[in-house]
């Protein structure tokens, strides 16, 4: 039997009512379609049924599904660290906002023809767990976190979700604004920790998705001068048109983190308070913890490989703070009074759009970094 519990949607393809389609099948327009990957590193659209709304439970129309590196790197790696591993077919996408078509029993806050972003992590929310009682419900044990292994994505056409875990787009926001929600999220959850101030120097290493709302969002704060670093000049350009004002600095390959850090605080005019480290690449963190100041601070937003080897007594004898961050908590209203607010605009991050129908095609997109995509996204 298929589970349409929100709390248990590991539906598993042996069940019948699941199908993966035969390459070239056109499915019809009402057909709940999704991208699925698997632990053969293979991607392929499935057809699921369309669920019905349980008590508490709202059913959406996915409207708009960013692809965050995350779905390719479980679909190309099929784990990310020891604990998210793909070992059964598994529903992508995470970044999506939506528009309600019916409500379960006692949803009183939303009707048919609402917009919404969708939070990609619904936490257990019981007052027992220390982690969702005092907010922090990133750390929830229990949470399901959409389309991490195993639970399904929202990348498909109709998605059930708690009716809490909505956040409502207002009408100058678009679908795909509301969507850019979930990777403004992670930067605005680093931002917050970091305690960045206005008119601090910041360095953003990586000029990714991430490393690009990470660039918004601590200009929004008020940082300057801010440095960008990246491996590939497009990406240093497409920044740059991003927020002129920023000023960017190639990492060439081979270079030490001290050669490096000298042209950032060069670019700088001076070393920097805060580095918010967006690759995750260990010769990145180093360069990070070369380019901050006495007492500043290195916030490492990138997830890397299980061990790494730390500049320690640099890090000692410079009073230098490490922190991470991992996903975010109570941060899609900000995000949404940020974007609607005009504080930050996200438009521009959207390179490439593909129809539901096409989403395989999207995701060899995504994956191919000579198709200079930077956010990927799927309409419906
Ligand atoms: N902490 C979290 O909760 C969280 C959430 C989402 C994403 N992430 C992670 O954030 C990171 C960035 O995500 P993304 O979607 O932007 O990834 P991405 O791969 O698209 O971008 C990373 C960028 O870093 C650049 N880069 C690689 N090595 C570099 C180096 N040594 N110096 C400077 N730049 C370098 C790459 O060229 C690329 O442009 C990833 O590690 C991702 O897994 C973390
Ligand atoms: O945007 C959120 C991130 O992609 C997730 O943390 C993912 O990488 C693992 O669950
Ligand atoms: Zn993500
Ligand atoms: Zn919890």
Known sequence: MVNFQL????????????????????????ANIAAFYNPNHEIH???????????????????????????????????????MVVTDECGSGHESAGEVVEVGEGVSQWKPGDRVAIEAGVPCSQASCDYC??????????????????????????????????????????????????PLAVALAGIERAGLRLGDPVLVCGAGPIGLVSLLSARAAGAEPIVITDLFQSRLDFAKKLVPGVRTVLIERGTTPQRQASQIKEAAE???TLAL?????ESSVHTAAYSVKFGGKVFII??????????FMHLSANEIDVSFQ??????????IRLISGGLIDVKPLVTHRFKLEDAISAFHVAADPSQGAIKVQIHD
């Not at 480290?277 to 690449?281: D, K, L, N, R, Y």
């Open 270 to 272: 001076g070393p920097l």
């Open 277 to 281: 480290e967006c690759t995750g690449v």
């Open 133 to 182: 009682r005092t907010g922090r419900y990133n750390a929830c044990p229990d949470v399901v976190f959409f389309s991490t292994p195993p639970f399904h994505g929202t990348l498909t056409r109709w998605h059930l979700h708690p009716a809490q875990w909505l956040h409502r787009i207002p009408d100058n926001m678009t679908y795909e604004e509301g969507s850019l929600c979930e």
């Open 45 to 83: 659209l499935v057809e699921k049924p369309r669920p019905k709304p349980g008590p508490g439970q709202v059913l959406l129309h996915v409207r708009a599904t960013g692809i965050c590196g995350s779905d390719v790197h479980f679909w190309k790696h099929g784990r990310i660290g020891d604990s």
């Open 7 to 30: 709390y248990d949607p590991r539906q598993v393809l042996d069940d019948p009512a699941f199908r993966i389609l035969a390459e070239g099948e056109k499915p019809g327009p009402e």
């Open 326 to 335: 991992y996903r975010y908590a109570n941060q899609y209203p900000k995000a």
């Open 302 to 311: 990138g997830v890397g490989k299980n061990e790494q080897v730390f500049p």
